[in-house]
């Protein structure tokens, strides 16, 4: 190996060692300065008061099992199959055919 090609070669190597040390010395302040930050007797929050939550949940919970406890018979299907018809019934396509359909029944006719 050459002597100019150690002389390189070392300069790499401390220019590395160089751009590590500082890459180490930016993380070393930033870390400080966080700590500083970092109060231990504030603490990391503060608690919130959920008996408010705890009896709105109650009730939620109280309405959805009243409105789950239907009996499922004949009536519950024929309501289903309505509510399935009116909503497939909204669906774009449908309505567009349906605006077909009745401009056809009235006498004008579509191109």
Do not use: W
Not at 49 to 58: E, H, Q, T, W
Not at 85 to 111: I, W
Request: hydrophobic content about 45%.
């Amino acid at each position: 190996m050459s002597d100019e090609a150690k002389i390189i070669l070392t300069l790499l190597a401390v220019l590395l060692v160089a751009i590590g040390a500082l890459l180490v010395g930016l993380l070393c302040i930033k870390l400080f300065s966080a700590l500083e930050r970092y109060n231990p007797t504030q603490g990391t929050g503060k608690p919130i008061d959920v008996s408010k939550l705890k009896l709105r949940i109650d009730d939620v919970r109280h309405d959805f099992v009243a409105a789950r406890q239907r009996q499922k018979g004949v009536c519950f299907h024929r309501a289903l199959l309505q509510f399935t018809l009116r909503a497939v019934a909204r669906f774009a396509y449908f309505r567009d055919r349906e605006s077909q359909q009745n401009a056809n029944t009235h006498g004008s006719r579509t191109l």
